[in-house]
């Protein structure tokens, strides 16, 4: 008698088996997909709404109601299929995304809006001149690319040795001190200070000096490093202490002096993020509008002296083309644009100039 068996069957590998609704876990098309529903049904309803309100399709409005119902149908679906733990993980996945999508949308908006109006007056003539005698068309904004240039590294130069000098006495020499504490609270306090403020303070002080009616570039020079020493501070006094206590005590224990320690161990092993720090505290003043009204002034002329007569500035060169229109003032709007978008540029290369530096000078982790 013979007796005949069926062919073993092979397990199929769990691994490469498909993702099915019935296995406990969502395909990872479901999420677009779901999107893509929540869009479709939004887009029918407000394309039906607005023509009978005799309004027409509020985009602003779609996204908002399309990411609300995203976020409902994957909350539904996901606890449904994948349990509670999941679906609520996805909530706040969805939840977050959408928070960066709208922190991204004014970002893009600003970029968008300058470089489409500031192209127009984009030009040689605009890099090659000045504004002097020129009235209507023509002219440009090379006496305000220099005057912010030099405005900012003289301020720069004030500020980067006084910031990275006092967060090194906070975090190395005056731990628990009462001077230290004071410096901490003073340094808080000037991080909220009105760039006005600090205006008024750098003009009342020269005012008392000179006389009233003062203007010099260097004005403006101290005006933003009063606003960007707190930045260093305190931007300089995270990344040490971000540096390991162990680097420290070894270097001690070689009997290396504690301001040697601080030179050759301690400073270039935080020596990336202090950069980063300096260069985000120039980002922050270069715009500066106010202060530089008050510190610098306005001028239609090149000057190269910071410590003679008055200096142009890009933001204050913007701010004077669009308020004081003349005709025709097409041309007067577009050399304002176009100063914003120079701006724009300058402080993007710096940044990028930054991340080189860091890369440059960050610690190697390898032998």
Known sequence: MTITTAPEQTPVSSAHAPARLTNGRLPKWTPWALLGAGAGI?????????????????????????????????????????????????????????????????????????????????????????????????????????????????????????????????????????????????VDVMTGIPSIVAGLFAYAVFALIFGPGIRMGIMGSIALSVLMIPVVVRSTEEML?????????????????????????VLPTSMAGITTGVMLSISRVIGETAPLLLT????????????????????????????????????????AWAAALV????VMVLNLVARLVAKIFSPKLGR
């Open 241 to 265: 202490r971000l540096v390991p206590n162990e680097l420290r005590e070894a270097s001690y224990a070689l009997g290396v002096p504690k301001w040697l320690t601080i030179a050759k161990v």
């Open 343 to 346: 701006l724009i540029v300058i």
């Open 42 to 186: 939004t887009a029918v309803l407000f394309a039906v709404t607005g023509p009978a309100a005799g309004e027409p399709f509020n985009i602003a409005g779609w996204a908002v109601v399309t990411a609300v119902l995203y976020l409902v149908l994957i909350l539904i679906v996901s606890t449904l299929i994948e349990g509670p733990r999941k679906g609520v993980d996805r909530l706040v996945t969805g939840v977050v995304v959408t928070a960066f999508a709208i922190a991204m949308v004014p970002l893009v908006s600003v970029a968008w809006t300058v470089v489409a109006n500031g192209v127009a007056g984009i030009s040689a003539e605009f890099f090659s001149s000045s504004m002097r005698n020129v009235v209507g068309e023509g002219g440009g904004a090379l006496h305000a690319i220099v005057g912010t240039l030099l405005i900012t590294l003289a301020a720069a130069v004030i500020s980067i040795p006084i910031g990275i000098f006092t967060a090194i006495y906070l975090i190395e020499y005056g731990a628990g001190k009462q001077l230290a504490k004071g410096i901490t609270f003073l």
């Open 296 to 335: 610098a002034g306005v001028a239609t002329s090149m000057n190269y002296d910071l410590f003679n007569g008055r200096m142009a500035t890009l933001p204050v060169f913007a701010y004077s083309q669009y308020m004081n229109q003349g005709i025709p003032a097409s041309a007067y709007i577009d050399r």
